[in-house]
């Protein structure tokens, strides 16, 4: 069989995808303006998750007001004339239809499905970071991502016609098909500026690093965390189990040398003890973990150091 027009055809496609990516990485000369940024652009930005961006939405609202949050209770607080961001406003709407009229609720059981966040709240705080000038969109209309989509009928019938049902015919389909479907799917794309970039550096300053997230879904009722290494000293290392009720980040400045030190921290619930122990980890662990989730850590009790995590399962 002669490949030859497929191989052209399929090589034309991806220089003009190359092409326009190249021209839509190209940085747009807009100055951002120096404020405080809302935090929860900024967990956005950082590619924290969407449960992330909305914890960080509540906080940030209860700071100014709008709702009181107390230990692991939420209360909604009287309404207030300050105007709101969209994004806020439907964070609002839906810890109020979650509350169904109570007077307050845990923290945790006002998360509202994954699938929501992503396709609502998400979407929300992207305009709004967007509107900021912290980002933009990799292209102004869905025109030019829809032409390259358009334009994969070109090598893919060009592949069908000189080779058939057999294996380069079907390679030609699924590639057309995923690629395709991702260039619709991601639309006109969002980039970060020069600022946001800045902003959501690895050298910057957590949010909120004294902000606790509670869970207590596993029975835990919230009252006492004994701190790191206070368990008895076992040689070695031990293996623990349990439940994520809360993670928390504390920033330890030294006056002499003016730096700052970050240490994250994670309580874990057995699901009967009336105590929830501390235990120090690594960043990375600290950004993978979610209250609610059940974890297995292998630990050193002397220092409660996490060592390794040995399975994690998400909550919701």
């Not at 509350?99 to 929501?116: I, Q």
């Not at 189990?241 to 003016?258: E, F, L």
């Not at 057995?270 to 059940?294: C, M, N, Q, R």
Request: hydrophobic share 45%; glycine share 8%; net charge neutral.
């Amino acid at each position: 069989m002669d490949l030859a027009w497929p191989v052209t055809a399929w090589a034309l496609w991806v220089t003009a995808l190359a092409a326009a990516f190249k021209v839509s990485s190209r940085e747009r000369t807009r100055e951002a303006p120096w404020y405080e940024v809302p935090a929860p652009v900024v967990e956005l930005l950082r590619g924290m998750r969407s449960q992330d961006v909305f914890h960080a939405a509540l906080f940030d609202l209860a700071g100014r007001g709008w709702v009181t949050i107390e230990g692991d209770r939420l209360t909604l607080a009287p309404q207030r004339q300050e105007p709101l961001r969209h994004y806020e406003r439907w964070v609002l709407e839906r810890v109020a239809a979650r509350l169904g009229g109570k007077p307050y609720a845990p923290v945790m059981a006002l998360m509202p499905e994954g699938s929501d966040l992503d396709s609502d709240l998400v979407p929300l705080v992207r305009q709004t970071a967007i509107e900021l000038g912290l980002a933009r969109r990799r292209w102004q209309t869905m025109i030019v991502p829809l032409l390259l989509a358009v334009g994969l009928v070109v090598p893919w019938y060009a592949t069908i016609s000189a080779a058939g049902l057999s294996w380069p015919g079907m390679i030609a389909t699924m590639v057309s098909f995923v690629a395709g479907g991702s260039l619709l799917l991601a639309g006109r794309g969002f980039l970060l500026t020069e600022t946001g970039r800045e902003i959501a550096g690895p050298d910057r300053a957590p949010v909120n690093p004294q902000q606790e997230w509670i869970y207590t879904g596993s029975g835990w009722r919230g009252v006492e965390l004994e701190p790191p290494g206070s368990s008895a000293a076992v040689p070695g290392r031990q293996e623990v189990s349990g439940y994520i009720v809360k993670r928390w980040a504390v920033v330890d400045t030294d006056a002499d040398s003016m730096s700052s030190r970050r240490s994250y921290y994670v309580a874990l619930h057995d699901g009967s003890s009336e105590k929830a122990t501390s235990y120090l980890i690594k960043e990375g662990v600290y950004h993978d973990v979610l209250p609610g989730d059940f974890v297995r850590l292998l630990v050193k009790p002397r220092t409660g150091r996490v060592a390794r995590v040995l399975g994690h399962e998400r909550h919701w």
